[in-house]
């Protein structure tokens, strides 16, 4: 069977310093990959997704960044964290793209102070 | 805006009542799925809709599609405790997929 890994689960970091989350999957090759932003009790605003090893689309100009160096493994990063970065992160990925079910990771709550 | 409009958006319930809960769009979706999250963990999928009309039951959980694939619902017989979540409405329209807004369901003991 097929899971998803976050990590870390919680993570508080000053404003200005740097950004890395990452994600997993296991039991499933070439999986589309993708990360969401998720504001409290509301639904989730695409970020990035991937097709595959260092394949990345943007849906919104941001100040964060995403890479996918290995097959299973997607990454978002910030290289300095605004207040506005606060939320919590959802990894998610997908047999087809953007096609039926998505299969979401625990999540990573992000706190900018 | 969004392509995917849930309402309400907070319901605060006794146990034992029923409710419906409703995703609606203005454009045509391939497949729509239903998801529900607790607080801190990510969204767990309930299910899948893909035939204009379709119903599917799961436990007390009834899901219908749209005739005309725009539009579904979801309704919840004798609520329970355990059934308090986010519940998200999610659709693909062949070459993107949207989460609705979401519905902020609180079942009181």
């Known amino acids: 069977s097929q899971t998803i890994h976050q990590w870390p689960a919680t993570l508080v970091q000053p404003v200005g310093s740097p950004l890395s989350l990452e994600c997993t999957v296991e039991g499933t090759s070439n999986p589309n990959l993708y990360w969401y932003r998720q504001a409290a009790g509301r639904g989730l605003q695409l970020l990035f997704y991937s097709v595959g090893i260092g394949q990345i689309s943007s849906e919104v100009p941001q100040n964060l960044s995403a890479s996918r160096p290995q097959d299973r493994q997607f990454i978002l990063s910030s290289k300095k964290l605004l207040l506005s970065d606060s939320g919590f992160y959802l990894c998610?990925?997908?047999?087809?793209?953007?096609?039926?079910?998505?299969?979401f990771g625990p999540g990573t709550r992000l706190l900018v102070l | 805006t969004q392509l995917l409009e849930q309402s309400p958006q907070f319901l605060s319930i006794q146990e034992g009542e029923n409710l419906t809960v409703y995703c609606n769009s203005s454009?045509?979706?391939?497949?729509l799925q239903w998801y529900r999250q607790e607080p801190g963990e990510g969204p767990v999928l309930l299910v899948t809709?893909?035939?204009?009309?379709e119903v599917k039951k799961l436990k007390r959980l009834t899901f219908q599609f749209g005739d005309a694939r725009k539009d579904s619902s979801l309704h919840i017989t004798a609520a329970q405790p355990g059934d308090t979540g986010l519940y998200l409405c999610?659709?693909?329209?062949?070459?993107?997929?949207?989460f609705g807004t979401g519905t902020s369901l609180t079942v009181i003991p």
């Open positions: 999610a659709g693909d329209t062949g070459n993107q997929f949207y």
């Open positions: 809709v893909v035939t204009g009309g």
């Open positions: 998610a990925w997908s047999v087809i793209l953007y096609q039926e079910t998505q299969y």
């Open positions: 454009s045509v979706f391939s497949s």
